[in-house]
């Protein structure tokens, strides 16, 4: 009998992994990845020239060990690589909270405009299973002493005391009762519902004043971002940071009549008049509108700006996978019945997959997104003059990289001198490859633990 081996086949390969020669530079690229879990591999060359033309460095992945290099996939969502989302929740919440409190670009001022923090949500496309919870006491689902049946013969009362991480959970209560059809079209007509709302919003301002919209923008501009998320029953909510600021943008007071209440006031009008079309479907927000003030500090009973940046920085990062389906296209038909994704969700991807051939709904993207459950837009969007882009907060994190990168090579400091870079790269392949799969999960809980300590930190010095 052969004694069982204390290594598993995981451990065995990351040790032949280690074992390669070029193994610690590998591991110097996984660490400046951040512990991608989904690496793209490049090979190609950079030259940097100064002015004069003379040539100041070349790069060239022919000489690394690897033969490549690697950068990072970048994808926001947790379920695809938890290192890129990681840094994606950290620039949005960056975004939001500039967009708040000033900083990186806005000013200071900008916190004492009135702004809300509001939550749109999807009307009922019939009853589902929910986790009803009363002073902290989970409660019976759906408690019906008479006992109806639907006309499907199935009860339309359940008894059960679901907790949040239940299954059932957004799970209709009788499947043939439910309006499938209304819960995709909703979901592929809500970016469009959204839209319409962030135009109608200035125009509910003008209408109450009496004024142009053009008289309008001359003292109000009105600043947005928003995030969706989608709920257990697989429609999308929005999540949203309203602001008011003067016609300059947040650099300019807005005018004294535009309160905190004035603003809710509009948001609840507005989002009670926008609708949306398509062929036997009108699409309207739910009637549970949630419109609250942001406060500069967080407390108890007061929502603040570090806690809705937080908010809105954690939905950002997730995706339909929430809602119990995939997070990537659906090719065929066919694929449906082998995916992995709740009874619930499957039955969503076959109504998008169905209304498709349907010649009224020509014009609505539904087989496309069906792995979205119809929904087709962005997942977070902002106005213009929000605060920052994520493409600034990025470009400094990329010019850090970069100088440190020169320090590495022992390459001057460009100083005043104007330099010129010009390269030449081809994808050389993603993924992780045998081995490497133990090293980069360990490299990233080094980059996350790491960060937690940074964070701790200047917590310690701000107090
Ligand atoms: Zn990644
Ligand atoms: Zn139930
Ligand atoms: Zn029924």
Not at 266 to 288: C, D, H, K, N, Y
Not at 293 to 301: E, F, G, N, R, T
Request: hydrophobic share 35%; charged share 25%.
């Amino acid at each position: 009998m052969t004694e069982p081996s204390l290594f598993t086949p995981e451990i065995l390969a990351a040790a032949q992994r280690a074992a390669m020669p070029d193994f610690t530079r590998w591991r110097e690229m996984v660490r400046a990845t951040g512990g991608c879990a989904q690496p793209i591999r490049l090979q190609g060359h950079r030259i940097t020239f100064d002015s004069g033309l003379e040539v100041l460095d070349v790069y060239r992945t022919r000489d690394e060990p690897t033969g490549y290099l690697l950068t990072s996939c970048g994808n926001r969502r947790a379920s695809r690589c938890p290192a890129c989302s990681e840094v994606y929740r950290d620039d949005t919440y960056h975004l939001i909270l500039s967009g708040l409190r000033g900083g990186k670009g806005v000013p200071e001022d900008v916190s004492a405009h009135p702004r809300v923090f509001a939550t749109f949500t999807a009307p009922s496309f019939g009853a589902v299973h929910s986790s009803r919870q009363k002073d902290g006491k989970v409660m019976p689902c759906r408690p019906r002493r008479d006992g109806p049946v639907c006309e499907h013969g199935r009860p339309e009362a359940c008894g059960v005391r679901h907790g949040d991480d239940d299954g059932q959970v957004g799970q209709p209560i009788c499947v043939d009762c439910y309006d499938y059809a209304g819960a995709v079209l909703w979901n592929a007509h809500a970016g469009e519902l959204w839209r319409r709302f962030t135009q109608a919003l200035p125009a509910t301002f003008a209408r109450h004043l009496g004024v142009s919209r053009a008289a309008l923008r001359r003292q109000l501009r009105l600043s947005y971002a928003k995030v969706a998320e989608y709920q257990a029953r697989g429609l999308v909510h929005f999540h949203a940071v309203i602001r008011l600021d003067g016609p300059d943008g947040p650099a300019g007071s807005p005018p004294g009549w535009a309160t905190v209440p004035v603003l809710q006031d509009a948001i609840r009008e507005t989002a009670g008049s926008v609708m949306v079309s398509a062929p036997g479907f009108l699409g309207r927000w739910g009637t549970q509108l949630d419109v609250d003030p942001i406060y500069v500090a967080d407390s108890l009973d007061h929502l603040g700006d570090l806690r809705v940046a937080g908010y809105i920085a954690k939905y950002a990062t997730k995706g339909a996978e929430s809602a119990g389906t995939v997070d990537r296209p659906i090719r065929q038909l066919g694929d449906v019945a082998r995916l992995k994704v709740t009874e619930h969700a499957r039955r969503m991807i076959y109504t998008c997959f169905g209304l498709a051939t349907d010649p009224a709904y020509a014009e609505v993207p539904l087989r496309h997104w069906a792995h979205m459950l119809g929904y087709r837009g962005h997942f977070s969007t902002k106005s213009r003059h929000f605060s920052t882009t994520l493409g600034a907060l990025r470009q400094v994190r990329a010019d850090h990289q970069a100088d440190k990168a020169r320090e590495r090579r022992g390459l001057p400091e460009p100083g005043d001198k104007q330099t010129v870079t010009v390269g030449q790269w081809r994808f050389a392949g993603a993924g992780l490859r045998h081995g490497e799969h133990l090293w980069v999960e360990m490299i990233r809980n080094q980059v996350a633990t790491a960060r937690q300590i940074e964070r701790e930190r200047r917590r310690n010095q701000a107090d």
